[in-house]
């Protein structure tokens, strides 16, 4: 076991108190005809740093396509002010974001953030946070889930994490960075060829394959202990799939045995268990998010398409018909929603599938295409694209609306998965 880096930015934020009015459902995210919530978000005051703290949780917002933010210059209230609702109604705003930093004797910084409802005059939403001073954008991201679940009553994504195998000059490198593309970081530096990583269901741990000295291997970082640790090694190709849903075990593809098959391996024991036994190509295993499926690439029928199966195998299904070469499948998180990239015109696209093989949808069309991944809540989906020349990496949204790329353009970025 070989140690990589001293930490990471996993845990960080402390949530102190919580005092929520009671629930009331403001969005409808499954509504595709819902109106975009009017929300001011107020400077924070108290620090210097309060401001980047509220303009992170105004982006984070703005970002969903959710909300409508009102411009500051709009704002009558002043942002010490105490809510009063009769200066927000002339404005047609619906919630009022204020909050307060502040440096503990002990040198951390405390953050207070309320949220007003403006036509019930109460608080929807008040909380407390603790954190440390270089920790600024971490404790927004978590203001903005908070407040996201408040307003929404779901999660949000704003804490998570991306992924990503990074390229600069001969080697290649795995990166992580939040899922806005800030605060990247190089955390394993090492392989001369190495593949698209998958995260843990714990979101503690990565597996990924690397090419080292000429031989493919599966390799596991745990970010608890900061380490990398050699999962999976046999004469052949071996590439990580998906982790089970209850994280003990690691789908793969290996071709110790010939033409490459998928197998299970026992996370701890290191048992391994194949699953399927076909003559031809059988890769890229992820798991259905109630854990009874396994979707992946076979060429059973002479071209690579996506096909379903059971975990011993059984009950195979194919899902794609159209196009000669569909390969790197996922599935949403709620189950109901396949993404894949398929061959067109020479080049790769993205669509997305029901499991049944219905409603099929192209999601891109500029450049080449590739290796999507789900964000937690399935609203959003990250992948690799070439329409800016070098590969880089890109989120939209799950219907294929507002592309943009997050990872910077001085470095060749693939194969991007998003944490659970």
Known sequence: ????????????????????????????????????????????????????VSDAVESDLGFTGLFAMLEKSKQVEGAGAPFSPENWRPLGVDAVVKGTLEVSPGGEINATVAVYDVSEANTMMKKKYTTKKDLIRPLAHR???????????QKGIFSSKIAFVGQEGGGRSIYLMDYDGQRMKKIVSRGDVTMKPHWAPDGKR???????????????????????????????????????????????????????????????????????????????????????????????????????????????????????YNTS????????????????????????????????????????????????????ITFTSTRDGAKGVYIMNANGEQQRRISPANIRAFGPSWSH
């Open 143 to 153: 203001i903005a889930d908070d407040i996201y679940e408040a307003i929404t009553g």
């Open 206 to 324: 990565l597996a990924y394959s690397s090419l080292r000295s000429s031989k493919w291997a599966i390799y596991m970082l745990d970010f608890d202990s900061a380490s990398e640790s050699l999962l999976f090694s046999s004469p052949g190709t071996n590439l990580a799939g998906d982790f089970t849903v209850d994280g003990k075990y690691l789908l793969l593809s290996s071709s110790a045995r010939g033409t490459p098959d998928i197998y299970m391996l026992h996370i701890t024991t290191k048992v391994l268990s194949r699953i399927t036994y076909a003559d031809g190509i059988e890769v890229s295993p992820s798991t259905s998010p109630e854990g009874t499926r396994i979707v992946f690439v076979s060429d059973k029928s002479s071209s690579p398409q996506i096909y379903t199966m059971g975990f011993d195998g059984s009950d195979v299904r194919r899902v794609s018909y159209e196009g000669n």
């Open 329 to 380: 499948p996922e599935w949403s998180p709620a189950g109901d929603k396949i993404v894949f990239a398929s061959m067109q015109g020479g080049r790769f696209q993205i669509f997305t599938v029901n499991p049944d093989g219905g409603a099929l949808t192209q999601l891109t069309n500029q450049g080449a295409n590739d290796e999507p991944s789900f964000s937690p809540d399935g609203r959003y």
């Open 1 to 52: 076991m070989k140690k990589l880096f001293a930490g990471v930015f996993l845990t960080t934020v402390v949530l102190f108190i919580s005092v929520c009015a009671e629930a009331r459902l403001y969005v409808d995210i499954t509504s595709p005809g819902q109106r975009k919530l009017p929300v001011a978000v107020q400077d924070f005051l108290g620090m210097p740093e309060g401001k980047e």
